[in-house]
């Protein structure tokens, strides 16, 4: 058997690494880096050359987004190339996370989403920012015409399925645990679509883990996700193993948000209390964790993680 990963390590500069948005993008980490010195030509350079690998672009986006100086940067971009499309979907992509967490007006950033829309038509990136906005405060029909536009530019945008997976696991909160969710529908109606090498194929794993989230914060799950018997019925054991199974047989290790991926399916696999195949997933995992979905239902992601990766290590 192979060595356990090496530990996280500790500390609050090493856990903010541990739990880096960026995932193992070692040129969007370096990118990051240059943009934060105001150096936007290597964020320029990097979009050009993702290209029109939407996932990538999209995730790549997002994550020099997260940054509080990415709106200033990007508008001087734009005062120098004002017809850059990659410009603008920066600073659309940068409002928008700047309007979630209160600093700025949702209408700014929808516009700046629009207005990246003119100049990129083709692109699902301004599209995912307008649903990220919708699935905080829209309707549920504008946050389906949003997710239909980006899937229309993308039909497996992965962001955009997880976004909207999160949104319909949130309808009827209050009504308790239901094996019949229309969240479930949704996402094995998606991976059905899905081509087979498609990391879609593990969203109805996401389904149950978010659908978990919201059953948890209205109290009819247990804050302990272990503890729950959410991960033990039979429809959860065979979407379990069908997701484990498809990623046993996955060869497209180049997605870039794969990650997001295997921290769920390694988190559902330490709930349904499968320590060997959770340890094969934290072996691939590394120490890349996600926020989501340790945090869940409302926990410190990095403390969460450790704690299960180390029970999956003791258990084999």
């Given at each position: 058997?192979?060595?356990?990963p090496p530990p996280l390590g500790r500390g609050r500069k090493r856990a903010a690494q541990a739990l880096d948005a960026a995932l193992d993008d070692a040129e969007l980490v370096a990118t990051r880096a240059?943009?934060?010195?105001?150096?936007?030509?290597?964020?320029?350079?990097?979009?050009?050359?993702?290209?029109?690998?939407?996932?990538?672009?999209?995730?790549?986006?997002?994550?020099?987004?997260?940054?509080?100086?990415?709106?200033?940067?990007?508008?001087?971009?734009?005062?120098?190339?004002?017809?850059?499309?990659?410009?603008?979907?920066?600073?659309?992509?940068?409002?928008?996370?700047?309007?979630?967490?209160?600093?700025?007006?949702?209408?700014?950033?929808?516009?700046?989403?629009?207005?990246?829309?003119?100049?990129?038509?083709?692109?699902?990136?301004?599209?995912?920012?307008?649903?990220?906005?919708?699935?905080?405060?829209?309707?549920?029909?504008?946050?389906?015409?949003?997710?239909?536009?980006?899937?229309?530019?993308?039909?497996?945008?992965?962001?955009g399925h997880h976004l909207m997976v999160a949104r319909l696991a949130e309808r009827r909160a209050t009504a308790g645990p239901d094996p019949l969710h229309e969240v479930y529908d949704f996402a094995n109606w998606a991976a059905e679509q899905a081509p087979a090498d498609s990391p879609l194929a593990i969203l109805p794993v996401?389904?149950?883990?978010?659908?978990?989230?919201?059953?948890?914060?209205?109290?009819?799950?247990?804050?302990?996700?272990?503890?729950?018997?959410?991960?033990?019925?039979?429809?959860?054991?065979?979407?379990?193993?069908?997701?484990?199974?498809?990623?046993?047989?996955?060869?497209?290790?180049?997605?870039?948000?794969?990650?997001?991926?295997?921290?769920?399916?390694?988190?559902?696999?330490?709930?349904?209390?499968?320590?060997?195949?959770?340890?094969?997933?934290?072996?691939?995992?590394?120490?890349?964790?996600?926020?989501?979905?340790?945090?869940?239902?409302?926990?410190?992601?990095?403390?969460?993680?450790?704690?299960?990766?180390?029970?999956?290590?003791?258990?084999?």
């Amino acid at each position: 058997m192979s060595p356990p990963p090496p530990p996280l390590g500790r500390g609050r500069k090493r856990a903010a690494q541990a739990l880096d948005a960026a995932l193992d993008d070692a040129e969007l980490v370096a990118t990051r880096a240059s943009l934060a010195q105001g150096r936007w030509q290597a964020a320029r350079s990097l979009l050009v050359q993702t290209g029109d690998d939407w996932d990538r672009r999209g995730h790549r986006v997002t994550v020099l987004a997260l940054e509080s100086y990415s709106a200033a940067w990007s508008r001087d971009w734009l005062l120098a190339e004002p017809d850059s499309a990659d410009a603008a979907v920066l600073l659309a992509l940068s409002l928008v996370q700047r309007a979630l967490l209160g600093k700025e007006k949702v209408a700014k950033a929808d516009k700046a989403c629009r207005d990246a829309i003119a100049l990129a038509p083709a692109d699902p990136t301004p599209w995912l920012g307008l649903l990220m906005l919708a699935c905080v405060g829209g309707t549920d029909e504008e946050t389906e015409q949003l997710f239909d536009e980006v899937r229309s530019r993308h039909a497996d945008h992965h962001h955009g399925h997880h976004l909207m997976v999160a949104r319909l696991a949130e309808r009827r909160a209050t009504a308790g645990p239901d094996p019949l969710h229309e969240v479930y529908d949704f996402a094995n109606w998606a991976a059905e679509q899905a081509p087979a090498d498609s990391p879609l194929a593990i969203l109805p794993v996401i389904a149950h883990a978010e659908r978990y989230r919201v059953l948890a914060l209205a109290g009819h799950e247990p804050a302990d996700p272990v503890a729950s018997g959410h991960w033990s019925g039979r429809r959860a054991r065979q979407v379990m193993k069908a997701a484990f199974d498809w990623w046993l047989e996955w060869e497209q290790e180049g997605h870039p948000r794969r990650l997001v991926d295997l921290n769920f399916l390694a988190h559902a696999k330490v709930c349904e209390g499968r320590g060997a195949e959770a340890t094969a997933l934290f072996y691939r995992i590394g120490e890349h964790p996600t926020t989501a979905p340790w945090s869940y239902p409302d926990r410190d992601p990095l403390s969460a993680f450790r704690a299960a990766r180390d029970r999956a290590l003791g258990s084999v």
